[in-house]
């Protein structure tokens, strides 16, 4: 690891001041410190914010309140997100292992980085380690890059699925800086790369994520269907987050989130207003496949990636609408 | 100063902010139970139990881990000593070169402490309910610690004979 220096936060504010001052953050570090030992990320000053609170789940009439320090595998041994946002315990348990659940954090696995081995691999072109230099991904080996929301200067997916099930569970992102605290819907958090990949999300200098919000529970039935190499400990090919209510067996109200399909996690209106109002079948889910995918582009290692979807898709709301 | 609880005893953290959880129980405090795999937090060989909680130790600096009680092998048995769960390995060949068998043991003690708990995982049918445990729910909890020889069966075997002689409570501190 490249030298640096280490501070200790014991407040928000403290941890804003020195972020100010140019250091970066770090709590569970799973993501962070295995960056650092590959020098891909070289921070000069780290400033820990494990001392700084936030690690509390808070109840209220507006939802749940999940500080930023929270632990994943605390988060979804939480009684109340077992029993109202299953879909949220169920994306988390999907991930990583035990071990990595017990020391990654609600803010941190949000800004969790990509897994793209070319980002990884500092010999290799990456527009996002190294903005300039070009993209290995586009024509390498890019079987678990992103078909939706890619751009000439970056292909990679964002990895988790913490935030997928977020992103339809409607959270919204709190964060504090410089500039005073401000919330941030989780559908606006995650950056799509654009021509300035290096940013992952829409954080400016100096802001901390503070705590997630879930809005109350919808209700709805809620399912998280992840498909992977392994049976377990592997990032999702695809994922698909569903939170879908019936009446008088029609689909009434409907949240998709895809993960590992897009740049970003991914959510598109137009397949949930497809699906609205209309009967369960798999014409359907052919038709809300043709929706969400009509954009879909592969690099050639990943082109299976668009059919999967759309089986997963199909799967997931065939899951979510049988009653 | 920044310290650590290193079973049971303290210890003044390293003063290089780089030193890894992992070389410094190694290295600095002699306690080479604890293994280096990938040094990724892939296999799981370095995990260790921190306040109570399985982790990588070659994912976390030390000097993350001032207050923290730090439990390793060196803790939970000896040659001479073996915990349950030790026995449990041997006498169901758990192992075959034994490097990833440390990790093994760590993760499994904590494993029982998250079922004793009610902890549902990805294969649970119902999160919302304490899980019945099965041999797919021991599979899916072990499965941050790889064995490159694949004791894998003989490794859940060992567990599901601690847990059925063992009632969880009991089974957690074994």
């Known amino acids: ?323 | 100063m920044l310290t650590a609880c290193v079973n049971g005893t303290d210890h003044p953290l390293p003063s290089d902010p780089r030193r890894t959880l992992l070389d410094w129980l190694r290295d600095d405090l002699a306690l080479p139970g604890t293994k280096k795999g990938c040094d990724h937090g892939q296999c799981g060989a370095c995990t260790v139990i921190v306040d109570g909680r399985r982790m990588n130790s070659c994912l976390s600096l030390a000097q993350l881990h001032h207050g923290d009680s730090i439990e390793t092998i060196e803790s939970i048995g000896s040659a001479d000593k073996l915990s349950v769960l030790q026995k449990a390995f041997v006498t169901h060949d758990g192992f075959q070169c034994g490097y990833c068998t440390p990790g093994q043991i760590c993760s499994a003690k904590a494993l029982m402490q998250e079922l004793s708990d009610g902890w549902a995982s990805a294969v649970s049918d119902d999160i919302t309910v304490t899980p019945a445990i099965t041999k797919e729910e021991l599979r899916e909890r072990m499965s941050g610690n790889l064995c490159r020889c694949g004791a894998y069966s003989n490794i859940i075997a060992a567990l599901e004979e601690v847990l059925a002689d063992h009632p969880l409570h009991e089974g957690a501190s074994a």
């Open chain 1, 1 to 323: 690891m490249k030298a640096f220096t280490l501070d200790h936060a014991d407040s928000s504010a403290s941890a804003i001041t020195a972020m100010a001052a140019g250091a970066r953050t770090i709590a569970g570090g799973t993501n962070l410190v295995d960056l650092m030992k590959l020098q891909v990320e070289v921070p000069d000053k780290l400033v820990s914010i494990r001392s700084i609170g936030l690690n509390d789940i808070t109840q209220d009439d507006d939802g749940l309140l999940i500080g930023a320090l929270v632990s994943n595998a605390d988060c979804a041994a939480d009684t109340r997100v077992r029993q109202s946002w299953p879909l949220l315990a169920k994306a988390i348990l999907a991930g990583a292992s035990p071990q990595l659940r017990n020391r990654a954090t609600t803010g941190g696995n949000l800004c969790q980085r990509t897994r793209c081995g070319y980002f990884y691999d500092t010999t290799q072109a990456c527009n996002k380690r190294e903005p300039g230099r070009g993209c290995a991904a586009r024509e390498g080996f890019n079987r678990i890059h992103a078909v939706l929301g890619t751009s000439e200067a970056c292909i990679a997916t964002y990895p988790g699925d913490m935030a997928v099930a977020m992103l339809a569970l409607d959270a919204v992102v709190l964060v504090d800086g410089p500039g005073g605290a401000r919330e941030i819907p989780i559908a606006r958090f995650h950056r799509q790369p654009g021509d300035d990949p290096s940013r992952d999300n829409v954080l400016e200098d100096g802001e901390l994520i503070t705590a997630v919000r879930l809005p109350a529970p919808t209700g709805g039935v809620q399912v998280y269907r992840k498909v992977r190499d392994r049976a377990s400990y592997a990032f999702a090919l695809v994922s698909v987050a569903a939170d879908v209510t019936m009446v008088q067996g029609r689909i009434a109200r409907c949240a998709l989130a895809f993960g590992s399909l897009g740049t970003v996690p991914w959510r598109d209106a137009a397949v949930e207003d497809l699906l609205v109002g209309e009967t369960p079948s798999p014409a359907l889910y052919t038709r809300a496949a043709e929706v969400l995918l009509k954009d879909a582009r592969g690099f050639g290692a990943n082109d299976f990636k668009i059919p999967l979807t759309a089986r997963a898709l199909a799967a997931t709301l065939h899951e979510a609408t049988k009653g």
